[in-house]
């Protein structure tokens, strides 16, 4: 039986943000992401393939989304980005780190989507 | 855009758990399960046919199994619960209120499995 707990093996200081996929089956993938202050480089964007159903366990942050819209994430925030909505991470807490947990959608017929 | 909190809108009083679906797509279904004391009633057991992956996210609780093993849940615990292990819910606190999130998958080929 798998088990962990999301708010321990936190690293005091890490230079970048942290990816740990939790579990992974067709067409999802659950994993925790740990920023401290790491913000998506300016002039980036995500676009993804799949919708993400995205919550903030811990810390603070801002997402920034390419229609000019914000939205600041407190513990228990969760928000569902649909697929190619185009968005960044303009801010993240350091202390406390920032705890996400990402639920990855991804397409289940890649060969009905375009390139 | 859908967004919410998962620690707003949790009753002071309420009889049985809430289960509330935050997402429902083929194979997957995530919820949100409040309980405030609630337990698994005496003698019944869950047996589900697809993994769940779930995580306490306030609150304390207790997981037993039908191998004799029981989990002591804390905030951030998660484990992964396979299906058809046979499982309940010994204990949850009720000051907290248990917020629970679920993440349930869904076997994709029922024609595949007996009954």
Redesign the interface.
Known sequence: ????????GIPAVFPQEIFET??E????R?ERILSRGQVTPPGQWYDQDGDE?V?L?QGQARLAFADGSQ?TM?????????RH?RHRVEYTSAEPAAVW?G?H?RI?NPAATPG
Do not use: A, S
């Open positions: 039986m798998q088990q962990g707990n999301l708010f321990t939790l579990l089956q067709p067409g999802v659950l159903w919550l366990l939205l407190e513990p228990g925030d969760w928000v569902y980005i649909e909505r947990l639920l959608l289940r």
